[in-house]
């Protein structure tokens, strides 16, 4: 049972380009999250998905876009890279107890 | 939304010691997790504890929902407690965690 897995780990994108950060649950899990964690702080929701079809603004949204199409797979969009979202981000998934994270994904902006 | 605070926000342990952590929430929870960040930045569930008591090996929790906080007691501790801990909670089932600050733990040899 593989859990939540993101890919890639690592990446370093330019400023301006943009990038999909791919996140996959195979525990038939319907709510899904996408967290970012800056260096010495704790995680701060980017957007929410309650079930397919369906998703949500969390505290720092701008600069991502999301989709859900499927129950498993719910991917992050960056359109414009910038430094500021220089971070590492965590996929997240629950049926609406515990929770459970990916391994992140290092992403570096230049 | 829910506020999550937890303290202190450094601890420096001799190997052996004990130690509490504690979290702090604003309003009542439907959930409540503790994670261990270990130095490699990956977050490991330590325990699901919306009320109650649990063990593992040498770690425990409690929560009393009614006074609306939580502690983390970690005994014997060893240099592999090193690391960040965390305290998350939410108001609702399936609803979104809201993380405190947490715990940087370093244990010393």
């Known amino acids: 049972n593989a859990g939540v897995t993101q890919t890639p780990k690592f990446r370093i994108l330019k400023i301006g380009q943009s990038m999909t950060l791919q996140c996959t649950q195979d525990?038939?899990?319907?709510?899904m999250y996408w967290y970012r964690q800056d260096p010495g702080m704790g995680l701060k929701l980017i957007y929410y998905?309650?079930?397919?079809?369906?998703?949500d603004k969390g505290e720092v949204p701008n600069g991502y876009n999301v989709s859900r199409s499927t129950t498993e797979d719910f991917p992050l969009r960056l359109e414009l890279a910038a430094p500021s979202q220089t971070s590492v981000y965590f996929c997240?998934?629950?049926?609406?107890?515990?929770?459970?994270f990916g391994q992140g994904t290092r992403l570096t902006v230049v | 939304g829910i506020q999550v605070e937890q303290s202190p926000p450094d601890l420096i342990l001799q190997e052996g010691a004990n130690s509490t952590l504690r979290c702090n929430f604003s309003d009542s929870v439907n959930n409540l997790q503790w994670f261990h960040q270990n130095p490699w930045g990956q977050l490991i569930n330590l325990f699901y504890i919306p009320s109650g008591t649990k063990q593992n090996g040498r770690l425990s929790a409690t929560t009393v929902a009614t006074e609306r906080y939580s502690l983390l007691y970690i005994s014997s501790s060893q240099t592999t407690d090193s690391g960040v801990y965390f305290c998350?909670?939410?108001?609702?089932?399936?609803?979104?965690?809201?993380f405190g600050g947490g715990t940087r733990v370093l244990v010393k040899p």
């Open positions: 998350a909670a939410s108001k609702a089932a399936g609803n979104k965690l809201t």
């Open positions: 998905s309650v079930g397919a079809g369906i998703t």
């Open positions: 997240a998934s629950t049926m609406g107890g515990e929770a459970f």
């Open positions: 525990m038939n899990h319907n709510y």
